[in-house]
């Protein structure tokens, strides 16, 4: 059977992704350099599936060891590529790390998948390359503004690139996955995200607090122009995400449809700080004592998803709602 190869499948999205390929029939080989995802997720990934993946520890910014991996793994049809550094705060640290590792791994990759006559890629990008929105919600039609961080700019330079990479090979087909915020976890508890220490994200900062490593969590900004101030952002399943994955790859097989789509793949709800903290508590039973700070430079107010591309081409539909969304990350957290 012909292979896909997963990028990254020892991270967060990418496991749940490589545990749906699985469910869906596919033939999948993991490739990561562990720089974040951890080996032990593919003993998870064999406990929900029961199926062993071919794993290749490989950094992607070295070329010769990843033509080398794509030889030994032999007929490979397509690509998801989830490989990235991803961490906001850590990318404004350290922006050269976050521009190369990104970039490099991504130019690696295409042109050993060119060289091999592999045409089908999809890429994991961001919400993060609309900036600061102009209209609500958000549609695929949105132009880039300018990025609020070195991750943000290595996420545009990676769709731009790949949009001349169309334009050169007509053969290629790729898919670009934009998404919103993915939280949750598979819900046999295995697996989820390992967020790092320096996590700016809401959710996994609500977590530490749940979990008694933080006393309390702070609200960056009540005095935004949303109903009760604090910032508003769009939640989306982590297996609806890995799902849109399977798809997009399906569609991409289907030679007849554009030699590039790129899709938001967000609930197309937006929950407030707030809001998410009292259903966070709600849902799980655990209280969140909070206190405002000021806001972040560069935080929009508000933003989220049009998805409506997704679900009418490639009959995508978020299935999770905040229940199970906040149920499944305590339930990974308590782990
Ligand atoms: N999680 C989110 O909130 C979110 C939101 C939007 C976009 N994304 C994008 O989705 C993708 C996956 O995100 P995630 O949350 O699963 O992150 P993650 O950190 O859990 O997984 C990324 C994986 O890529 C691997 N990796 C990084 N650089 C590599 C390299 N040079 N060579 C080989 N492997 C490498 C890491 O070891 C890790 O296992 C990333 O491209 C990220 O930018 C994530």
């Known amino acids: 059977m012909s292979k896909i190869v997963v990028t990254g499948g020892c991270g967060y999205i990418g496991s749940h992704t490589i545990v749906d390929l699985i469910q869906n029939g596919f033939d999948v080989v993991c490739l990561d350099n562990l720089v974040r995802g951890k080996r032990s997720q593919l003993d998870c990934i064999r406990a929900i599936t029961g199926v062993e993946i071919p794993f290749y520890e490989v950094d992607m910014c070295d070329r010769a060891a990843l033509s080398s991996a794509f030889e030994a793994i032999g007929s490979v049809v397509g690509v998801i590529h989830f490989a990235a550094l991803k961490s906001v705060p850590e990318s404004v640290e350290k922006p050269e790390w976050y521009m190369q590792n990104n970039m490099l791994a991504l130019q690696n990759l295409v042109e050993t998948m060119l060289a091999k006559q592999i045409h089908h890629l999809v890429f994991s990008s961001s919400c993060a390359v609309y900036g600061n929105p102009a209209v609500l919600p958000v549609t695929e039609e949105c132009p880039f503004s300018a990025p609020t961080s070195p991750y943000a700019a290595s996420k545009q330079a990676g769709e731009l690139f790949l949009k ?56 960056n900004g009540d005095d935004y122009e949303t109903p009760d101030g604090t910032a508003i952002r769009d939640y989306v399943h982590v297996c609806d995400v890995a799902h849109a994955h399977v798809l997009a790859y399906k569609a991409l097989l289907d030679s007849s449809k554009k030699t590039l789509q790129i899709y938001n793949l967000g609930s197309e709800k937006g929950y407030s700080v707030l809001e998410m903290i009292h259903a966070f508590e709600a849902v799980n039973g655990v209280k969140i004592p909070y206190q405002v700070s000021k806001r972040r430079a560069g935080d929009p107010a508000a933003i989220y998803a049009d998805a409506s591309k997704a679900k009418k081409d490639l009959n995508w539909l978020p299935l999770n709602g905040l229940i199970e969304m906040l149920g499944t990350a305590w339930q990974w957290a308590k782990k």
Do not use: W
């Open 164 to 219: 001349q990479v169309i334009t050169q090979n007509a053969a290629f087909h790729c898919s670009i996955l934009r998404y919103f915020n993915p939280i949750g976890a598979h819900p046999s508890g295995l697996i989820g995200e390992n967020p790092d220490s320096a996590t700016t994200n809401l959710l996994p900062l609500i977590l530490k607090v749940a979990m008694g490593e933080q006393p309390c969590l702070f609200v």
